[in-house]
């Protein structure tokens, strides 16, 4: 009887070690298998989106100045609607020299013309608009 102990602890044993080899099985809901289907089609799929325009080139118009930060060199603006690129009315912060940050003030009536690329905007110009 002895022998045929040893032979089936050694085949419970041999049973065990296989079942050890195996990886896990990991149920996915159908929501993950949908994301997962995505991910293998569009490596960008789950990251950030990146913007269409990154560049709209140069852009000149009447703005007010509503806040300064002189440590930043940035100042922002609201400015009007601009036709050439369809920049639609709104306040906007730039990078402004530090040559003409120190002739703005909030709330002044500014021309500027300014360049916008990958989300960062810069003004070239800027002087006190003309009286109307």
């Not at 293998?40 to 300064?68: N, W």
């Amino acid at each position: 009887m002895r022998p045929f102990a040893g032979a089936a602890l050694m085949l419970l044993l041999a049973i065990l070690l296989i079942g050890c080899e195996r990886e896990p099985t990991v149920e996915l809901t159908p929501e993950e298998m949908s994301h997962l289907r995505l991910k293998r089609l569009d490596p960008e799929h789950g990251r950030p989106v990146r913007p269409l325009i990154s560049q709209f080139g140069t852009e000149e118009g009447l703005g007010e100045v509503v806040a300064i930060d002189p440590s930043r060199l940035t100042v922002s603006l609201r400015h009007t609607h601009q036709s050439r690129n369809d920049w639609p009315s709104m306040v906007m912060n730039f990078r402004v020299r530090q040559s003409d940050i120190a002739r703005l003030r909030p709330g002044a009536r500014v021309y500027f013309r300014a360049t916008v690329q990958d989300e960062a905007g810069e003004i070239l110009y800027v002087s006190p608009a003309p009286a109307s």
